[in-house]
C-alpha cells in the first residue's frame, strides 16, 4: 500500500539539512570554515606579477618566456596557506575563499573594487590596503596595457554598438580562455616526465622550420613553467616539514609528515597512490588557475577513471580504507569550493553571477575502448556530492546506455532533497558530437563535459566559449528595420518594413539575415580576440597538460591542442520561439491581429487597451514545450539555422578553431530581459528571457513528457550542448518506484536524443518564504543554470525567474 | 464501434494510476455523484464551462460573443447564467487569458491515438501503458471499448481506473482488454453506498467478484477514498474489510486520503456538497492501513 505524502516547507527544510553529513569531523570543520568565510580579494598575485613586469626582467623575450617567467615568480613567492587538518595543500591566495585579480587581462578601477566590496549580492571584500595597492602601483601601472583594454581597442564600432545594445556579451574582455578539462595525461604524467618530452622536442627542432623560434620560445617557456610548479610544491613540503616539527598531536605530526613527502614526489613524479594522485591534481589546478584566470577554473575530466587505479592498488595493498578514500576526496572537494571565482564586475558579472567557478566533475560515460566506465569511484563521487552539499565542484552524470542504471538511480537519490545535483549528461549523445566534429572514436569517447553543459574532448581540445547571443533581441530589431528601439540607432540591416511583409517566410528571412549579420561580427570579433590572446597571453603551464601542445610545440592559446574550437551560446530559445510562433499564429495563419497593432503594442510595452493583445499573445499561442508541432518546427529551425550560420565561418586564423553553437544561459538571461524590449510572446520589457533551451517560464502547461518531447525534436547533436531545467515537486522523486520512473524517463529523453536534464526539487512556497526571509534561508540552494547557487545570493530578477519555472507534479 | 468520445483531460508522465510511466485520459460523464468528488469537471456527460476568475481582465469580449446572452457586466460586476449557458465554448475561444475554458472536447479515436501514442517510447521503457480514468470510463461503453481494443492492438498496456458501476455484460465482455483494474471501493453498506454516492454498490460488488471469479485478481488494485466521517468509520472499514476477506485472491489495497477541491466546484459554478473538513492526519491513514493488514 502507498500512502501519498503531503508536503510543508518545514519538512522539506528539515529534510534538506539532515542530508548535510560530512564524513567524519575533520571533514566536517574543513566544510564549515569553507563555506563560512567571507570571500575577499587577495591583492598578493596583482601585487607580485606587477612587481615582476616592472623589474623588466623578462623585457625583450618572446611572450612565451615572459609568461612562463612571470608564472615561476608567483610560483617562488606566494603564499602557502595550510588550512587546519586538511590532508592536500595548495591554494590560491593566502586562505580559503580569496579571490585573486589578474591586472595584465583587467585592472580592476577603484570604482569597481567599490561595487565588488559593497554590492548587496556576490561582494568580494576589499580591504583598504587593496584599494591603496591599487591607486597608488597597479592602475598607474595597467593602464594600456590590460588585454581588456587591447582587444576593446580593437574591435570596430560595429561590434561595440552591437554589445551597448546587448545583442551579445563577451566573455574573453575579463576572463582568459578556459573551459579546460583534464584528461588522463594529468593523472599518468609528472612533469618530470613533461620536461624529458620537452627536451626531446627541443633536440630535433630543426632550424630550417619557418617556425622555429616561435617553437623554440614556446618549449622553453613550457619548461621554465615545469620547474615553477616544482618549486611550489618543493616550497610546501619546506613549510609542512617545518609545521610538523613542533606539532603536538602525534597523529597530525605524521600526517604532515607524509604528505611533505607527498609533495617532494608530486608532481615532479607521477602519482603512484591514491593521496598522491589528488595531490598531483591539486598541484596542476592551482598551477592553471594562477597562471591566469580562466573561465571555468580546470576540471579533473573523468576522475573515476582516472582515479581508479590508484584505488584499486592501494586497497589491494591494505593501503587505504574506503572510509580514508571517502575523506581524501571529500578532502579534494573542500579544496575545490575554497576557490570562489574571480571577481567579476559590469556585463560579465551579470552574464555569470556567482561566486561559483565551475569545476566540473564527470561520473559514467564510457572507457576509451567503448565499455562501461562505471567503477567504485563513480559512487564514491555520488556519495561525496550527497554528503558534503558545497557550492562547488558541480558533479556531471555522464550516462550511457552501456552503464548500470544503478548510477542513475544513485544520481537521482542524491537529486531528491533539492540541492539541484547532479545534472544528467547524455554520454552516447556527447560522443556523436565529438564525431560529427571530426574527433576519433577514442576520444569521443573519453570526452565529457564542463563549465554548465559544454562538450569537449578531455584532455585533448581547447574548446573557447565566445559569449552569449540574445536571440530575442534580434527578433526585436527585425520588427524594428535594423533599429534598436532601445538606443534608436540602425544597428541592423534594412530587412524591411514588417508591416509590409506578406507571409511568415518573409518575415523569418528577414530574421534569419539580422541573425547573420550579426553573428559575422562577433565571430569576426571572436577571430581578433583570439589573435590577442595568442599573442599577449600565451598559457606554458596549461600547455603542458593538454595534448599535443608540447607535440607540437604550440600553445594551447594558440591552436597546440590537437582539437580546436569556438562557440558562440544562443540564448533565449524559447522566448524566441513562442515569439515567432505568436506572431506566425495570429498575425499569418489566423488574422487575430495585425502586425501594425501588434508593433503598436510593442511600443507601448503592452499597456492599457493592449494588455488584451498581450493576453491573447500569452495564452492563445501554440507554444514550444507543449509538444505542438506547430511551435516545435519553428524551435527545429532555430537550431538548424543557427548551427548552419555559425558553421559556415571559416576556421579561425591563429587556432584554425572550428565554429560551433551552443545552448545555454549561465545567468545572462536576466540580462538579457533587461536590455530586451517587449517580445511578442507576451513578455513585457526587461523581464528575463527564457533560459537555455526550456519553455518560456511557466509556459509548459503539459507536463514534462511534452517538454522533453518538444525539446528532444531539435537536432543537438549538431551542436555542442544544450541547458534544460525542469522543476519537480518533491514528492515525485520520493521512494524507489518514483526513482525508478523518473529514470527511465532520462534515459527515454536521451535515446531521444536530449542532451542534458537537470532538476530543481523545490517547492514554489519554500522559494517564496526565501525570498520573504533571506536571512533565515542563507542555505538555500538550488539550481540555476548548468549549476547550483545559494538563492538569496542571486539576483532578484533571478530569484523570481526560479519561481516563475513550472513545477511538474 | 464508436468513434469519437468526450474527455476533459489527458494527462501525461502520470505516475500515480499504474505501473510505469502513463498517460491517463479523462473521460466525461459518471453515474455516481460522490460527495468528495476530486474531479467535478467529470461527472456531467456534457462540454461545460470552467472559469478560473483570477485570470479574467474583465475584457468583455466573452460577453460579445455569447450567443445566449449568459454573460452580463452590468454594473462592473462579472455574472455568469448558468441556467442559459449550453457549453457552446465560444466564449472560450474569445478569452484572451485563458480564464474561461470547455471542460470536456469531443475526441475521434484516432485523435486519442495518435495523443496516446506520443509516449510509446516512455511507456516501453519503464513498462507504463494508458490509464483510463473520468469520470467513470464506463459511462461511454462503446468508445472505451474501441480505445481499449486500440490499445491492446498496439500491444500498451491498460488500466481501467473505474467505480466498477456498470452493467454485467458489458463489463464481463471489457476484461479482455483491460490489463489492470484500478478499482474503488467506497462504502460496504448499501444504503450508505446510496446516501454518499447516489447509486447501490450492488452492481459494484457483483462485477467484483466476476473479477474475482475470472482468476483477475493479481490485474486488480482496490482503491479506497479516505473520507473522514464517510469511508473511515470503523463501521465501514470493517466492512470493507470483510468484503476484501471474501475475494479468492491477493490483491493489492491502496488508500486515497481525502482533500479538499472546493476551488474545482467554484470554477464549474457548482457548490461543493461536501461538509467542511480536514485532511485526514497521515497516522489516521495509517490507522486504516493496519486494520486491513491485521
Not at chain 1, 146 to 161: G, V, Y
Not at chain 1, 177 to 197: N, Q, S, Y
Not at chain 1, 275 to 295: K, R, S
Not at chain 1, 554 to 564: F, I, M, V
Request: aromatic share 8%; net charge negative; with cysteine.
Amino acid at each position: 500500500m502507498d500512502i501519498p505524502a503531503g508536503y510543508t516547507v518545514n519538512e522539506e527544510v528539515t529534510k534538506r539539512k539532515a542530508v548535510v553529513r560530512p564524513v567524519n569531523e575533520r571533514i566536517a570543520r574543513l566544510r564549515t570554515e569553507s563555506v563560512r568565510t567571507p570571500v575577499t580579494i587577495s591583492a598578493e598575485r596583482a601585487k607580485l606579477i606587477t612587481e615582476f613586469y616592472k623589474s623588466g626582467a623578462a623585457e625583450g623575450l618572446p611572450m612565451p618566456v615572459q609568461r612562463a617567467m612571470a608564472f615561476q615568480y608567483l610560483m617562488e613567492r606566494v603564499s602557502l596557506p595550510i588550512e587546519e587538518g586538511q590532508l592536500l595543500v595548495g591554494l590560491r591566495g593566502a586562505g580559503p575563499q580569496e579571490a585573486p585579480t589578474y591586472p595584465e587581462i583587467c585592472a580592476h578601477s577603484i570604482e569597481d573594487l567599490q561595487i565588488l566590496h559593497s554590492r548587496e549580492k556576490m561582494p568580494y571584500r576589499v580591504d583598504e590596503k587593496t584599494v591603496k595597492l591599487y591607486s597608488d602601483q597597479l592602475i598607474p601601472y595597467w593602464k594600456g596595457r590590460t588585454i581588456r583594454e587591447s582587444l576593446m581597442d580593437s574591435l570596430p564600432q560595429a561590434w561595440h554598438d552591437a554589445y551597448e545594445a546587448g545583442i551579445w556579451t563577451e566573455f574573453m574582455e575579463q576572463r582568459a580562455p578556459g573551459h579546460t578539462a583534464g584528461g588522463e595525461r594529468i593523472f599518468k604524467t609528472g612533469v618530470l616526465d613533461l620536461k624529458e618530452e620537452i627536451n626531446r622536442k627541443l633536440a630535433v627542432l630543426r632550424s630550417d622550420d619557418p617556425q622555429y623560434n616561435d617553437k623554440r620560445a614556446e618549449l622553453k617557456a613550457m619548461d621554465i613553467a615545469a620547474d615553477a610548479i616544482i618549486i611550489y610544491a618543493r616550497r610546501y613540503a619546506e613549510k609542512l616539514d617545518r609545521i610538523a616539527e613542533p606539532e603536538a598531536d602525534p597523529a597530525r605530526k605524521a600526517e604532515l609528515t607524509a604528505m611533505a613527502s607527498i609533495c617532494r614526489k608530486v608532481p615532479a613524479r607521477a602519482p603512484e597512490t591514491f593521496h598522491e594522485a589528488l595531490q598531483h591534481y591539486w598541484f596542476v589546478h592551482v598551477g592553471v588557475i594562477y597562471e591566469t584566470n580562466p573561465w571555468d577554473s580546470l576540471s579533473p575530466g573523468r576522475i573515476d577513471q582516472h582515479l581508479e587505479p590508484f584505488l584499486t592498488k592501494d586497497t589491494a595493498a591494505g593501503k587505504l580504507t574506503g572510509e580514508q578514500a571517502k575523506e581524501l576526496l571529500q578532502a579534494l572537494w573542500i579544496k575545490i569550493n575554497n576557490q570562489p571565482a574571480v571577481p567579476k564586475v559590469g556585463v560579465t558579472a551579470e552574464e555569470s553571477f556567482t561566486y561559483n567557478d565551475f569545476c566540473k566533475i564527470n561520473v559514467g560515460g564510457l572507457k576509451k575502448d567503448g565499455s562501461d566506465g562505471v567503477n567504485e569511484i563513480s559512487y564514491l563521487v555520488l556519495e561525496a556530492l550527497d554528503e558534503i552539499r558545497t557550492l562547488q565542484p558541480n558533479t556531471a552524470l555522464l550516462f550511457s546506455n552501456k552503464n548500470p542504471e544503478r548510477l542513475l538511480r544513485k544520481a537521482l537519490k542524491v537529486v531528491a532533497p533539492g540541492f539541484g545535483e547532479p545534472p544528467f549528461f547524455n554520454c552516447d549523445g556527447v560522443i556523436v558530437k565529438m564525431l560529427r566534429q571530426g574527433k576519433t572514436l577514442e576520444d569521443a569517447r573519453t570526452s565529457g563535459v564542463s563549465g554548465c553543459v559544454e562538450s569537449g574532448a578531455f584532455g585533448q581540445e581547447a574548446y573557447i566559449l565566445s559569449g552569449y547571443f540574445n536571440l530575442p533581441k534580434i527578433l526585436e530589431i527585425t520588427l524594428n528595420n535594423g533599429i534598436d528601439p532601445r538606443s534608436g540607432k540602425q544597428l541592423g540591416l534594412k530587412t524591411g518594413d514588417p508591416t509590409r511583409f506578406k507571409s511568415f517566410t518573409e518575415l523569418w528571412e528577414a530574421f534569419v539575415s539580422q541573425a547573420k549579420h550579426f553573428m559575422e561580427i562577433k565571430m569576426k570579433g571572436n577571430d581578433l580576440i583570439e589573435e590577442i590572446y595568442a599573442r599577449q597571453l600565451p598559457v606554458p603551464f596549461v600547455s603542458l597538460w593538454i595534448d599535443d601542445c608540447v607535440e607540437n610545440a604550440r600553445d594551447y592559446n594558440s591552436g597546440g591542442a590537437r582539437y580546436n574550437t569556438q562557440y558562440l551560446q544562443l540564448v533565449g530559445l524559447g522566448s524566441v520561439v513562442f515569439s515567432l510562433s505568436a506572431l506566425k499564429f495570429h498575425i499569418f495563419d489566423r488574422q487575430n491581429t495585425t502586425m501594425s497593432e501588434l508593433l503598436e503594442a510593442l511600443g507601448q510595452n503592452f499597456a492599457g487597451q493592449h494588455e488584451m493583445l498581450r493576453q491573447l499573445m500569452l495564452n492563445k499561442t501554440p507554444r514550444f514545450g507543449e509538444d505542438d508541432d506547430y511551435a516545435d518546427q519553428i524551435a527545429i529551425d532555430i537550431v538548424d539555422i543557427a548551427v548552419k550560420l555559425i558553421e559556415s565561418h571559416p576556421p579561425s586564423p591563429v587556432r584554425k578553431a572550428s565554429k560551433r553553437a551552443y545552448f545555454l544561459p549561465t545567468t545572462v538571461h536576466v540580462y538579457f530581459g533587461k536590455i530586451t524590449g517587449p517580445t511578442p510572446d507576451g513578455r513585457k520589457a526587461g523581464e528575463p528571457v527564457s533560459e537555455g533551451i526550456s519553455p518560456v517560464q511557466g509556459s509548459d502547461r503539459k507536463g514534462i513528457a511534452a517538454v522533453l518531447r518538444s525539446v528532444a525534436k531539435c537536432d543537438w547533436d549538431k551542436t555542442g550542448g544544450a541547458l534544460l531545467n525542469q522543476k519537480l515537486t518533491p514528492d515525485l522523486l520520493e521512494g524507489a518506484e518514483n526513482n525508478k520512473k523518473v529514470a527511465r524517463l532520462i534515459r527515454t529523453f536521451f535515446n531521444m536524443g536530449g542532451h542534458h536534464i537537470q532538476f530543481n526539487v523545490v517547492s514554489t512556497e519554500l522559494l517564496r518564504e526565501a525570498l520573504a526571509r533571506p536571512a533565515d534561508f542563507q542555505d538555500l540552494m538550488v539550481r540555476v543554470a548548468g549549476y547550483s547557487d545559494y538563492f538569496v545570493n542571486l539576483p532578484r530578477g533571478l530569484q523570481e525567474e526560479i519561481i516563475a519555472r513550472t513545477i511538474h507534479a | 464501434m464508436a468513434n469519437s468520445g468526450l474527455i476533459f483531460d489527458i494527462q501525461r508522465f502520470a505516475v500515480h494510476e499504474g505501473p510505469g510511466i502513463r498517460t491517463t485520459v479523462f473521460m466525461k460523464g459518471c453515474p455516481l455523484g460522490c460527495w468528495w468528488c476530486h474531479n467535478p469537471e467529470g461527472i456531467t456527460a456534457q462540454a461545460e464551462l470552467a472559469f478560473f476568475e483570477y485570470s479574467c481582465i474583465h475584457c468583455r469580449s466573452c460577453a460579445a460573443v455569447c450567443p445566449q446572452g449568459a454573460i452580463d457586466f452590468a454594473n462592473e460586476i462579472f455574472q455568469q447564467d448558468r441556467q442559459r449557458c449550453t457549453g457552446c465554448g465560444l466564449c472560450a475561444g474569445a478569452c484572451p487569458t485563458g480564464a474561461r475554458r470547455i471542460a470536456g472536447r469531443v475526441i475521434t479515436l484516432d485523435q486519442l491515438m495518435g495523443e496516446i501514442e506520443r509516449d510509446t517510447l516512455l511507456y516501453d521503457s519503464s513498462d507504463g501503458g494508458v490509464t483510463f480514468s473520468g469520470g467513470e470510463p464506463l459511462s461511454q461503453p462503446r468508445f472505451l471499448e474501441s480505445a481499449l481494443q486500440k490499445c491492446k492492438e498496439r500491444g500498451l498496456h491498460t488500466a481501467l481506473d473505474t467505480s466498477g458501476y456498470a452493467p454485467a455484460d458489458f463489463f464481463a465482455s471489457l476484461m479482455g482488454c483491460v490489463d489492470l483494474f484500478l478499482y474503488d471501493l467506497k462504502l460496504a453498506d448499501e444504503n450508505d453506498h446510496i446516501h454518499y454516492t447516489g447509486v447501490s454498490n450492488k452492481l459494484i460488488k457483483q462485477n467484483l467478484r466476476a473479477l474475482d471469479d475470472a482468476g483477475r485478481g493479481g490485474d486488480l488494485i482496490l482503491r479506497i477514498p479516505v473520507i473522514p466521517g464517510i469511508t473511515d468509520t470503523e463501521k465501514n472499514i470493517a466492512g470493507l474489510r470483510e468484503l476484501v476477506a471474501s475475494l479468492k485472491r491477493f490483491r493489492q489495497i491502496v488508500l486515497l486520503p481525502y482533500h479538499d477541491v472546493c476551488e474545482k466546484y467554484d470554477r464549474l459554478g457548482r457548490t461543493y456538497e461536501m461538509p467542511t473538513c480536514d485532511a485526514p492526519t497521515p497516522r489516521a491513514v495509517e490507522d486504516i492501513r493496519d486494520a486491513f493488514l491485521k
